[in-house]
């Protein structure tokens, strides 16, 4: 069986999608306990960064890659932070900071327009690679609320302050199970298993 290498260096996106993965018996691996480096996300959208982390990964490993590139997209923002997401948390990578800057930018919009809408919606973009350059994308998004203060301590990023469809829970107050239901990740996940996993084992 070949291994499956999850081009991810953050350790909660590996989590996710190890349990996404795991009732479909593939052999998994890390980006990170391989020791491959992290490239840097030239492109400007969630596709081509999430097929550049994949292409990446499988050509210094060998080995066919899954790797995910996802985010927030504030409507009232225009889309942003989109494939900043993470780098809105900052070099420390900490998402109280991006959390608080989404809330402050909010802010702005509102005395500028009177109201503001707080629709947001995640998206993830999936790619699995091979080393010799063949690749598939598969995309899955959740509509939601922003809420205010940030709510729950489950999941990771901008989970506290994202309510999916007409929850009133935030995907930080929901078991990963529940989260692993609605979540942006597990539709992208979905499209990937309906391709199945046959040419992996
Ligand atoms: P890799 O590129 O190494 O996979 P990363 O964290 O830098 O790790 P991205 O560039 O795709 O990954 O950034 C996605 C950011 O969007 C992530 O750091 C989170 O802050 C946010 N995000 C993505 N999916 C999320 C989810 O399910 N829940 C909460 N926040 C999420």
Known sequence: MSKLVIASHNPDKVQEIAELLAPHGLSVVSAASLGLPEPEE?????TENAVLKALAAASVS???????????AVTALGGQPGIYSARWAGPGKDF???MRRVERELGVERELAGAVDRSAAFVSVLC??????RHETFEGRVEGTLVWPPRGGNGFGYDPMFAPEDRQQTFGEMDPAAKHALSHRARAFA???????ADLR
Do not use: E, H, Q, Y
């Open 42 to 46: 030239t492109g400007a959208t969630f």
């Open 62 to 72: 060998g080995l066919p890659v899954l790797a995910d590139d996802s985010g927030v």
């Open 96 to 98: 109280s900071v991006a």
């Open 128 to 133: 699995l690679a091979w080393p010799d350059g």
């Open 191 to 197: 499209k990937l298993l309906a391709r199945g996993f």
